[in-house]
């Protein structure tokens, strides 16, 4: 099978890594990949934040669960230990802000499997950045105001086995006339 093909369709989502951070050469593939990821008008319009000081992770961690639809454990970490965070913000002011920022999100993920780094995709990011907390973390890292939370991305190696995928439903695609 085609490389590329095979790295898309064999990705999972990976929730246990190495107590090991990445190389910052890993790093630099993924975050230089997910900048050719397809964007409205080719605009561009998604930032992406890298957050690896523990201290900065433990409170996003925090912050991250207590956006949680159910109470959870108080040391559940939705981050899964990993010692990488980015952050997908997408700029309000675009009409396909969300589009460009999952695609973004889509690309990351894919590009740091095919170079042997686990992801998972780590929902919660508009409650974040939408809220005041979010707003001013804005302004600190000098980020317009209109720019909205769409994902993180957690990454490490991995330190389980990929999981199975399940099957693809029957009436995934539809041939029309
Ligand atoms: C929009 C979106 C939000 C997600 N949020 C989370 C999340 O908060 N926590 C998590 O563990 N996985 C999250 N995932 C990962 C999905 O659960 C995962 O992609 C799905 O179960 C399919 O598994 P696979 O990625 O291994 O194919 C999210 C995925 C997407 C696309």
Redesign the pocket.
Known sequence: MNQTINDLKS???I?KFKDKQISDEDLKTILETGTYAPTARGMQSPKIVVIQNPETIKELSKWNRSYFPVDVPEDMD?F?GAKTILIVLADSKMPTFVEDG?SV?AVL?NAAHAIGVGS?????ARDEFSSEKGKALLKKWGIPESYEGI?HVALGYPDMES?K??PRKEDYIHYVD
């Open positions: 990705r999972r989502s929730r939705p899964y999952a999100l993920v998972c995709w780590i929902h919660r994902g999981p995928p399940l």
